[in-house]
T-cell receptor
């Protein structure tokens, strides 16, 4: 299956703590993307990491990619209540394949 | 630059009716994808269109159909609505196909309730 599998399914932390979410996948990829979804709204793109990249940063976000293990992680540092959302990874294989998503990780940041 | 616009935002339909949802992508974007999101099944892929051609189709019955126009705007249609079609329908656009290392931009969705 092309879609990624996020772990854990749910995560609850205190404001100011770091949050780490993991994504595993089964196919070779061109890139892997992370998205955030606030309840009942559309997804928002966070980071795209290409298959030849190992780490990428964007503000308080850090994404790593290990293609040998077919896994990626998303780290949110110094979390805020506004980071409360569902987070999805989307591994993008080469070829004629659509963007698909797993069940996501539901992050709750408690103030 | 305007974002992805989905209309209508909310819709209530009766079982057996049909519905058409509209998606206007970001100007210049040629790829449009549709998704259905429900609490039970999560975020499921419906269709992908690029340059007016359907490039991929998800595992949905033939009651679900879509199309893309020459201006890249897209519509999806669901005929003979069932209660289980109640969901948030999301549209996403991108300038190129996703394999070419481009991101997708999502609309706010259409919340369809079938009664």
């Amino acid at each position: 299956s092309q879609q990624g599998e996020e772990d854990p399914q749910a995560l609850s932390i205190q404001e100011g703590e770091n949050a780490t979410m993991n994504c595993s996948y089964k196919t070779s990829i061109n890139n892997l993307q992370w998205y955030r979804q606030n309840s009942g709204r559309g997804l928002v793109h966070l980071i795209l990491i290409r298959s030849n990249e190992r780490e990428k940063h964007s503000g308080r976000l850090r994404v790593t990619l290990d293609t040998s293990k077919k896994s990626s992680s998303l780290l949110i540092t110094a979390s805020r209540a506004a980071d409360t959302a569902s987070y999805f990874c989307a591994p993008v294989p080469p070829g004629n394949t659509p963007l698909v998503f797993g069940k996501g990780t539901r992050l709750s940041v408690i103030a | 630059k305007a974002g992805v616009t989905q209309t209508p935002r909310y819709l209530i339909k009766t079982r057996g009716q049909q519905v058409t949802l509209s998606c206007s992508p970001i100007s210049g974007h040629r790829s449009v994808s549709w998704y259905q999101q429900t609490p039970g099944q999560g975020l499921q892929f419906l269709f992908e269109y690029f340059s007016e051609t359907q490039r991929n189709k998800g595992n949905f019955p033939g009651r679900f159909s879509g199309r893309q126009f020459s201006n890249s705007r897209s519509e999806m249609n669901v005929s003979t609505l069932e209660l289980g079609d109640s969901a948030l329908y999301l549209c996403a656009s991108s300038p190129l196909r996703i394999q070419l290392n481009t991101e997708a931009f999502f609309g706010q969705g259409t919340r369809l309730t079938v009664v």
